[in-house]
């Protein structure tokens, strides 16, 4: 069975003599034990709603056939999944290497948080390739992946970087948010683990937060479950059964954020006011050979870097914007685009762009209608430099 076909029967009830099509959705807290002989099988398995229940069993079999993992298992956030993949494998006195183009709350757990228990944390060029071994100590204990960085979009050389961390024995996370799953899978050219928030593609309709952690073997998901288990973690019956029914159609949404943003990312460095666009696909993006050579395809986030712009244009710019809406997150069917500020998010490396960058999400509309907006809103933009009424 190909990929595709899987993610539409994982997770699935098959009980006789009928049964709907998809799992119920199993909210608990207690989770009760007919007998004794059932309560000890039990405890291994299914023994209390902050473990999950059917519906987030079902859910982690998908995701898992999703990512090729040995296990998956469910955070309360994209957040919280990286935080936890984090904590599983490191302790006093660990480094901790992540990634300068790292989503900038993570970066701030491990800087405000990690650090106040002993645990420093090194950034990291993401293009340093095979070069992260210049940067490793004896007390190295994982790498902190995320490709392509989420602002400025640079692909990192994931099995460079693997091979390095296995000649010192550290674990290898890799946040895999922005290809779904879909276009990469990190675990298969050997990561630890793969860590997703599927608030984003898989959820796909902006409407829950919930995060997984893929392990590819048996002893990283045990790391995993007991750093989940003590954090107390929690994911609601309901959230979990969106995030699945999103699934179903992952693979039929993610073609048409690809090519609308490719179709935009096009457009948009034809445009004047257009300095830059970050796109992995496009060779001016640095680790574009690498994103080629590993991702199968490329989702529906990209950015772009304009020419200066003084703020009154820049907010011109923003008010006419009708299908493309203000605000945070991203994956889900309707187009975003905000102003980022990757300079603040960054200690490694510098950001050198003088003008602002802007983060676009490609959502599900006819790109005609996204490009007629982008057309309006840069033409309000110009009135507005020119000092016009808009
Ligand atoms: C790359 C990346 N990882 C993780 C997260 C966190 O996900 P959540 O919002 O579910 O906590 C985000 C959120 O924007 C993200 O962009």
Redesign the pocket.
């Known amino acids: 069975m190909k990929t595709r076909t899987k993610l539409i029967s994982a997770g699935r009830p098959h009980a006789r003599p009928s049964h709907p099509v998809n799992p119920p959705v199993e909210r608990a807290s207690t989770v009760l034990f007919p007998t004794y002989d059932d309560f000890l099988e039990g405890k291994r398995r299914i023994a209390y709603g902050r473990l999950g229940t059917s519906t987030h069993r079902a859910l982690e079999e998908a995701i898992s056939v999703l990512e090729h993992a040995f296990e998956t298992r469910l955070a309360p956030?994209?957040?919280?999944?990286?935080i936890a993949a984090m904590l599983a494998f490191v302790e006093a006195g660990d480094d901790i290497l992540i990634t300068d183009g790292?989503?900038d709350?993570?970066r701030k757990f491990a800087d405000r948080f990690l650090r106040r228990f002993g645990v420093n944390p090194i950034f990291y060029d993401p293009v340093i390739g095979e070069g992260i071994a210049d940067l490793f100590t004896p007390r190295t204990k994982a790498i902190v992946v995320?490709s392509p960085s989420?602002l400025t979009f640079e692909t990192q050389d994931l099995p460079a970087i693997v091979a390095a961390a296995r000649g010192i024995g550290a674990r290898v996370i890799v946040?895999n948010?922005?290809s779904a799953g879909v276009y990469f899978q990190p675990l298969t050219l050997g990561a630890d683990v793969s860590?997703?928030?599927?608030?984003?593609y898989l959820c796909g309709h902006s409407d829950c937060?919930?995060?997984s952690i893929s392990s590819a073997d048996e002893k990283s998901a045990q790391a995993i479950f007991h750093s989940l288990l003590q954090l107390g973690a929690n994911v609601s019956a309901d959230d979990a059964s969106l995030v699945l029914r999103g699934m179903r159609t992952l693979h039929v949404r993610m073609p048409t954020h690809e090519q609308t943003a490719l179709k935009l990312a096009k457009w948009l460095g034809k445009r004047p006011e257009v300095a830059r666009v970050l796109h992995p696909s496009l060779k001016s993006t640095p680790g574009h050979a690498v994103w080629k050579r590993d991702f199968s395809g490329s989702s529906g986030l990209f950015g772009v870097v304009l020419k200066p712009t003084p703020v009154a244009a820049l907010k011109a710019f923003f008010n006419a914007l009708r299908h493309f809406g203000m605000g945070?997150?991203?994956g889900g069917y309707e187009s975003l685009c905000i102003h980022v500020d990757p300079d603040a998010n960054r200690s490694a490396t510098d950001w050198k762009e003088d003008g602002p960058t802007l983060r676009f999400h490609a959502g599900l509309e006819d790109v005609e209608d996204l490009v007629m907006d982008l057309e309006r809103a840069f033409e309000a933009m110009a009135l507005a430099r020119a000092g016009r009424d808009v």
Do not use: I, M, N, R
């Open positions: 956030s994209g957040l919280q999944a990286v790292v989503y709350p993570t995320e989420s946040d948010t922005w860590v997703q928030a599927c608030t984003k937060l919930v995060g945070f997150s991203w």
